[in-house]
């Protein structure tokens, strides 16, 4: 068998999409599921998804890789039992700023540091020393008092951290733009995911991504927290309704071991949604027998996923306090799930990076980066794109072997 073969790409053509499902194993799969016991339709499901390449190890998050292979292999007996190495998120990287809601990013840091049992590591980006300029010259004094007051910064909150979980807490000043230095950061780091906030920039609202969330996003190679304001108290401010959008693909599946988790953390409750995508009438779709046929498409797509619901509801059901399952009609997927996630009140919503029309060019999918910009809630995206290096070569990125001259470590 050749690479391209098992790999669904080439030499050349590095980020082809994985191979598609051939339709004699879709239906093996929906045969499987149709079997007696939720068990042994989950491992039929997970062979197939590992043998037939539906989703390559490299493109999953660690979490799902880990959690599939222990399922398949009988190492674990259910497909969301808990990993002593915390789902694969082991080093949080926390994006602070010294901003309002840099509050809201320490709760759910500390959030992700117990659930996970994950180290953290708090980075702050001061302005590069060009920009402390009095007279046409380099103010170095100036630049100096900015370093040492960013200093100051990080080691409080590092006492602040350290007093709320048991996990270590390390700190990094870094000198430069903020987007650059914290993809540089996580990178050399290896971190698992990134925490920030969004909407803390002048004229940024609690529905919009500041600029640097913005850039950051663009180019993310590592799974993202993106916290919004809160007013509330912290203990207010943990999860008690997650809602986990899921479109049918092993894509989007992957994201339900680290949702159970966060669910499990504050004994929250779990929603999981499917939107059915409704044709409606153009130019092209016009006639009564097309809209018609249309129409019918949907409703038994309708159908065929409040199954798929309910069978993934049945299987999870005896790890977390409470599921539901919602499936809707909408032309616009991303916005029925904004509708969704304020009508059922979900204070975060957990889901991969791509679904099922997986563009590997693009580092979030469009349902992905809709949710991210307009919902007012904390999202949380596990990149599925994990393949070192990949993400930053589309930027034209490269990655630092050494400080640059001026940047700041410690």
Known sequence: MTLRAVTGRTREHRWRRPPTCPLATREAVRRARAAPGPSLALEAVARSALDRFLIPARFMPLSAANDLNQFVTGQSPTLCEPDSRGHGIRNVLVCVDQSPICDAVLFYAVFLSKAFASGLTLLHVTPPQADHVTHGTPDAFAWEITKQEGLAYLKRLQ??????????????????????????????????????????????????????????????????????????RPEAMAPKRVLVPLDGSVRTESALPTAIRVAKASDAEVLLAHVVVEQRSSGVLHTPEDVALAGELATHLESEA??????????????????????????????????????????????????????????????????????????VVLQDLTEPGAVASRAGLSRPNRPRPGELRQ
Not at 208 to 217: D, M, P, S, V
């Open 159 to 232: 006492a602040q951290l350290a007093s709320q979980t048991d996990q270590r807490v390390d700190i990094r000043l870094e000198q430069g733009q903020p987007s650059v230095r914290i993809r540089a950061v996580a990178r050399e780091l290896g971190a698992d995911i990134a925490v920030l906030g969004a909407g803390s920039e002048s004229g940024a609202t609690a529905w919009t991504l500041g600029t640097t969330a913005q850039q950051l996003l663009a180019h993310a190679e590592c799974s993202m927290l993106v916290a919004r304001p809160s007013s509330g």
């Open 306 to 379: 409040r199954t798929y619901l309910e069978h993934l509801r049945a299987t999870l059901a005896p790890d977390i306090v409470s599921l539901r399952t919602s499936v809707l009609r909408h032309a616009d997927p991303g916005q029925c799930l904004c509708e969704l996630a304020e009508s059922e009140q979900a204070d975060m919503v957990v889901l991969s990076a791509h679904g099922t029309t997986c563009n590997p060019v693009r580092s979030f999918g469009s349902v992905t980066t809709h949710l991210l910009t307009y919902l007012p809630v904390p999202v």
